[in-house]
């Protein structure tokens, strides 16, 4: 049990529990962001549909609302998509003294606080917009370490596994705390990460000397570093990484500095954020034009993720979101043809005849 859970646990046993700050929006109206909230322990009734719980995801605590309840728990957010998701009974730590009502509107307040967010919202002011997606993950970096989830999605290790020969070197985009790293050094691959989070490096560079591996962790800015020409049998990109490059001129540069590093049949595996869903696109052009009517110089599909940091602020990241035909026809721009897309990844081959 993470030291994090024992502490809540504790805080919770008290007489008349613990009083938590809420923050965020996907339990919005019930929940406001920044409303302090008291939180009481199960005790010996288990959860109840309908009630709000503070649940454990991944290291992470929420306050969520409880679908059913057998075995495992089906959880939700009011202002979610209606999908709901399973957690075991045990990471259920506590529910809210008096469960406030679920909206009568259900998704729609997700369309509304998404609509209002678009016209309303901005990343962080930084010089240079990557800096505010560096900072978000300098601070998430604990929580991406104490992850439970899988290191390398088994369908994405598969197509790996089949294009890449075994021994080659891999280099991982936006290798974080470095599990993707030795997911495919376990593969049989030589590894190398690079990751703009110095935080991030620091606990890949620390779990790589426990573990006794061999993958070697570089702090860097993707759009600065250099590999050896025909050095690479492949590149995998970790999720959205690409999207966090925070205009076309500086991707395409990247792509030309991969194109060049890939040896000859080599494989590009290639995350980006991709929408094509009518609401989404109205989503993107209303930031587009909020942009253009404040005077911001912005690109179509320049947007922002939302999170909270150590102190309950809410702060936006930048990230560009693609229609999959924009983002296929980015990376031919750069000489990389689609091979095909699967799950969160595409898988690219280098045609050659790059374009600046």
Excluded: C
Aim: no cysteine.
């Amino acid at each position: 049990m993470r030291a994090s859970t024992v502490a809540l646990r504790m805080l919770l046993s008290g007489e008349g529990g613990a009083r938590v700050r809420y923050g965020g929006d996907r339990m919005w109206p019930a929940l406001r962001h920044g409303q302090s909230l008291r939180v009481v322990p199960l005790a010996e009734r288990g959860p109840v549909a309908g009630e709000v719980v503070l649940a454990v995801e991944g290291g992470i605590p929420d306050l969520l609302r409880v679908e059913s309840a057998a075995e495992d728990v089906a959880v939700a957010a009011d202002s979610g998509d209606k999908t709901s998701w399973t957690v075991s009974p045990r990471d259920i730590l506590g529910r809210m003294a008096e469960s406030p009502r679920r909206g009568r509107f259900g998704s729609w307040h997700r369309v509304w606080l998404d609509v209002r967010e678009a016209w309303t919202g901005r990343p962080d002011a930084e010089s240079d917009p990557a800096e505010s997606v560096r900072d978000k993950y300098d601070e998430q970096a604990v929580f991406y370490a104490r992850s439970d989830a899988p290191p390398l999605d088994p369908a994405l290790a598969s197509r790996i596994a089949a294009s890449v020969t075994r021994g080659g070197r891999v280099l991982v985009a936006g290798s974080g705390t470095g599990r993707e790293a030795f997911a495919l050094e376990a593969m049989g691959f030589e590894v190398a990460g690079i990751d703009f989070s110095p935080r991030m490096v620091e606990i890949a560079r620390a779990a790589a000397t426990e573990r006794g591996s061999r993958a070697a962790f570089v702090a860097a800015d993707l759009r600065r570093h250099e590999e050896r020409e025909n050095a690479l049998a492949a590149v995998v990109f970790t999720y959205d990484v690409y999207s966090f490059l925070p205009s076309a001129p500086a991707r395409l540069d990247v792509l030309s500095r991969l194109a060049r590093a890939l040896a000859p049949g080599g494989a590009l595996f290639l995350s980006a954020r991709r929408r094509s869903k009518p609401g989404d696109l109205v989503v993107l052009t209303i930031q587009w034009l909020a942009a253009l009517l404040r005077g911001r110089r912005s690109a179509w599909g320049d947007s922002h993720t939302r999170w909270l940091d150590g102190d309950g602020r809410l702060r936006r990241s930048f990230v560009h979101v693609f229609t999959p035909r924009a983002l296929d026809a980015e990376l031919a721009r750069a000489g990389f043809e689609l091979v095909d897309w699967k799950g969160g990844h595409g898988h690219y081959r280098f045609a050659g005849g790059a374009r600046a």
